[in-house]
């Protein structure tokens, strides 16, 4: 069972940087970050490929949002820039354990972290 531990998360202000980061205890292939804020659904926020050349991210965190994975520490982070209270959320990790085309379907999830940004 692979688990996966994002960190990262806090206070910001609005137009502040946060990065988040999960690891992973074993071998995973695509990688995402989705978030949930309350009364909402859950949303992908961005993704990257097992091979990290493909990365998808939603329309609201264009330009502000990078995705990036460290292999060698099997780590995915997002690094959040620019930060709004929109961004407010919790924010999970998502892998995917085997490998596949989809850059938006997960089937292994972390625990969250809660990021809120103040205004």
């Known amino acids: 069972q692979v688990q996966l531990v994002e960190s990262g998360g806090g206070l910001a202000q609005a137009g502040d940087s946060l990065r988040l980061s999960c690891a992973a205890s074993g071998l995973t292939f695509n990688m995402g970050w989705f978030r949930q804020a309350p009364g909402k659904e859950r949303e992908i926020v961005a993704a990257?490929?097992?091979?990290?050349?493909?990365?998808y991210y939603a329309d609201s965190v264009k330009g502000r949002f990078a995705i990036s994975r460290d292999y060698a520490k099997n780590t995915v982070f997002l690094q959040m820039n620019s930060l709004k209270p929109d961004d407010t959320a919790v924010y999970y990790c998502?892998?995917?354990?085997?490998?596949?085309?989809?850059?938006?379907?997960?089937?292994?999830w972390g625990q969250g972290t809660q990021v809120t940004v103040s205004s």
């Open positions: 998502a892998a995917r354990l085997v490998r596949a085309r989809s850059l938006t379907e997960y089937d292994h």
């Open positions: 990257i490929s097992w091979d990290g050349g493909n990365t």
